[in-house]
């Protein structure tokens, strides 16, 4: 199943024996034999999902990357649409009764910013929200780390005191920083004409073998997941 570029006209027919005639029969072949056959694999027997979702990272390189990061999303969720005619529903009869949208990298921004940083979230995945609502399915936004490489504060600047976060970058320079602030709604373009977001990847803090890695929320995310599962 290998492919390559090939030039076409969206509203012409492939000729028989062409490249493009190939290739398509390549990609039918690639989505009944690989894709279908991952999805029943990996997700017949799965009654609930959590979908990560790094939204700091495309607000930091702009607007294009913003773009492509919605795009990706999209995709994942007409994958997973739990509605009637959806493509899990076509292949087999899933269960999905619970699924759970995280925000990661949450120890990036200040404490302050989190409900920004899950208003953002769930504005992208509203479409999904109406669906899975339609569906009884139980929904949720969270913002997570699954490894704390800050810790938060405040710093004074002028007359002013601004929360802040501390940090070692990754290439070993102790920073205070205060990022930006995340916007709670889709950006616009005076938004990314004005951001003075910045974003910075933190190492993970120093921890003693015997001890667990600090986290955000991780805890509620795996209550939220499976702690009716415990009971």
Known sequence: LQFFPCRFESESKAPKGS???ML?????EYQQKVVKAF??????TFD???VLVDCLQPLNAGDEAFYDMRQALEQIMHSFRYGRSSFLRRL???????VLFAATKADHVTPDQHPHLVSLLQQMVHP???TAAYENIEMSCMSIASIQATTSGFITSGDKTISALQGTTLNGEAMTMFPGEVPKKLPNAAYWQNSGFDFTSF???PSASDEPMKHIRLDKALDYLLGDKLK
């Open 128 to 130: 999904a929200w109406q």
């Open 24 to 28: 398509e029969a390549r990609f039918h």
């Open 39 to 44: 999805y029943k694999h990996h997700f017949a």
């Open 92 to 98: 087999f009869s899933p269960k999905i009764d619970k």
């Open 19 to 21: 490249n493009l005639a």
């Open 48 to 50: 609930r999902q959590i």
């Open 203 to 205: 190492r993970p803090m």
